[in-house]
């Protein structure tokens, strides 16, 4: 069963710091370009990073640019998304998405071949 699984969400306060992981099973990501994406309540998702099948490309939606990092480990078969200087306006649930090429237009959501299920992230004091 093709399945991709984040975690690493929570409750942190303005200024602090998560790690979300995405892991795949099922498949391997090697073959993959990955996106991160999130959602907040009465909002559109919206592209947040995304990494190309090699990794040495990346992408980050403005609002994050010097504060994510996306990441990713094949040999894991995991990605990750490490968030600092975390705003409230960061709260949303994230989610994790793989497609089978990479462009500069990954913070779009078409055309991701798997989706996984979401991480809840609440910044707050």
């Known amino acids: 069963q093709l399945q991709l699984v984040e975690s690493g969400g929570g409750l942190v306060q303005p200024g602090g710091s998560l790690r979300l992981s995405c892991a795949a099973s099922?498949?391997?990501?090697?073959?993959?370009?990955i996106g991160w994406f999130r959602q907040a309540p009465g909002t559109e998702r919206e592209g947040v990073s995304c990494?190309?099948?090699?990794?040495?490309?990346?992408n980050y939606a403005d609002s994050v640019k010097g504060r994510f990092t996306i990441s990713r480990d094949n040999a894991k078969n995991t990605v990750y998304l490490q968030m600092n200087s975390l705003k409230p306006e960061d709260t949303a649930v994230y989610y994790c998405?793989?497609?089978?090429?990479?462009?500069?237009?990954?913070?779009?959501?078409?055309?991701?071949?798997?989706w996984g299920q979401g991480t809840q992230v609440t910044v707050s004091s």
């Open positions: 990494i190309s099948i090699s990794g040495s490309s990346t």
């Open positions: 099922g498949f391997t990501l090697d073959y993959y370009a």
């Open positions: 998405a793989v497609k089978r090429s990479y462009s500069s237009s990954c913070l779009r959501p078409n055309n991701y071949n798997y």
